[in-house]
């Protein structure tokens, strides 16, 4: 499993790819445990308990536009 990247091009990348960062909470979290202080300053932003919850909020709002999109464009014709 990895991360995913924002495509400007493609629609939903950013739901898509915020989806895989809030699964893959817990694995990053243990590995953000594992280093330094001065590793974590140096390459790694902090995360806070409400901004993991934040994401989690923006994920459910991008999920309905992500749905509606992936809906709308299997139809060939306008609803």
């Known amino acids: ?7 400007s091009t493609r629609w939903n990348s950013c ?5 895989k960062f809030v699964k ?15 590793e974590m300053k140096e ?3 902090e995360f806070s308990n409400f901004e993991w919850e934040y994401l989690e909020k923006i994920l459910t ?4 536009c992500y749905n509606a999109t992936t ?5 060939s014709q306008p609803i």
Do not use: A, R
């Open 1 to 7: 499993m990895k991360l995913e990247l924002d495509v």
């Open 15 to 19: 739901y898509l790819m915020i989806k």
């Open 24 to 38: 893959m909470m817990k694995p990053i979290k243990l590995f953000l445990s594992q280093l330094s202080k001065k």
């Open 43 to 45: 390459n790694w932003p």
């Open 61 to 64: 709002f991008l999920s309905e």
């Open 71 to 75: 809906h709308l464009s299997n139809h």
